[in-house]
């Protein structure tokens, strides 16, 4: 599905494709300006190369990391660049580190050690956030733990507050996990498998795209930097929050700077619901889904409208490649939770949703596979999601 981008645009794709849609509309002209890498490398006979844009969303993650473990397992998989944003960006981080260190039994045990060791550091460190009791009624939201009980009677006693007051000292024990598990060196050092963590810049509202090479505690730490609970992370002299506000996830670096043809999005954040939220809770929680989404709907329109006029031929450009778009989710495997299930780290709350995640993949997997490098249709789910 798409083609992209030029040197010159790479640091305003979204603006740029945006522009360039409205003159094709408005004028019913193909000029847009874009084009693929000029060298694309040259894939293993074995192996189907793809990309990876995976959301963020907390504990949700574990589904991700399900996800990831699947295609890793199959081992018919090459991996071009993964993007990630928030729970997105440290697996994307933790998945490539694997692959540095040891391929792909690196990556899967890579990435069950980042989650064993989020699961342990929450148990020491927030134990007043656990929640037996709903988890013996199957209420993942952690309704009835301590903590919440107590956040939210002292919302509703004084309102919100900043963690600049809250948290002068800005304590955040998930940051020694980060600099303790990363090896950023190597991170750093290769880019066999691209890297791309989302940020957003607080002063400018722009997005930060941190290539391997930038890739430091910090930068970690500025993908999942949620602004209600933690200070605006530091990087060179500019402050960031989370990048699920400008990109949950970005797909334009992997059709940019990567070669493979076909882009898998990883998706936690639901598209659509089946019924009209009435009570608070229910619309609290689809007033985020939406705000997260904004900018991947967007993303993917543009994606759409530029595959379809490729397909029509009114863009005929020998520099200009089509992208598949293929989309791995399950709705229902986070049916009835709502933001606070982001925060479990119950560890049989996380394999649940691993499993799912795995499941998933493979359904994809069955469904997809052999037509991985050819010309695929976008999907109608993704037209009804997204369109």
Known sequence: MLLIIGEDARRAVPEMICRELDRVLVKG???????????????????????????????????????????????????????????????????VQGLIQGGEKGAIQSLEDFWRRTHDLARRTA?????PSGKSRGDHNLTTAPGMILRAFFEQMVGS??????????????????????????????????????????????????HNREISADSLMATSCVPTMFQAVEVDGEYYWDGGYVANPAIFPLIDECDAGDI??????????????????????RF???????????????????????DEGKIDNPSMHRINLHVIKDPAAFSGMYA?????TDWDFLNALRRAGTLAAKRWIRATYQKLGTKVPFDQTVLDDYL
């Open 127 to 131: 134990p007043m956030f656990a929640d």
């Open 264 to 285: 898998v999005l990883v998706q936690l954040t639901s598209t659509r619901v089946p019924r009209l939220p009435r009570h608070a809770a229910e619309i609290k929680e």
């Open 161 to 210: 507050v900043s963690p600049y007051a809250a948290n002068p000292l800005n304590y955040n024990p998930f940051r020694s996990l980060v600099e303790d598990f990363f090896d950023f060196d190597a991170i750093r050092k290769s880019d066999a498998c691209k890297l791309f963590l989302a940020a957003t810049h607080v002063q400018t509202g722009k997005i930060r795209i941190f």
């Open 288 to 310: 985020r889904e939406i705000t997260l989404n904004a900018c991947l709907i967007r993303e993917i329109r543009a994606i759409h409208l530029i595959t379809r006029l490729i």
């Open 29 to 95: 002209k193909a000029n847009i300006a874009m084009t693929a890498p000029t060298r694309r490398a040259r894939s293993s006979r074995r192996k189907k190369r793809i990309s990876l844009a995976l959301q963020g969303g907390g504990s949700h993650g574990a589904f991700t990391w399900g996800v990831l473990e699947a295609l890793l397992e199959d081992g018919r998989f090459e991996f071009a660049g993964l993007s990630g944003t928030s729970a997105g960006g440290m697996n994307a981080a933790a998945m």
């Open 340 to 344: 606070g299930s982001a925060l479990n």
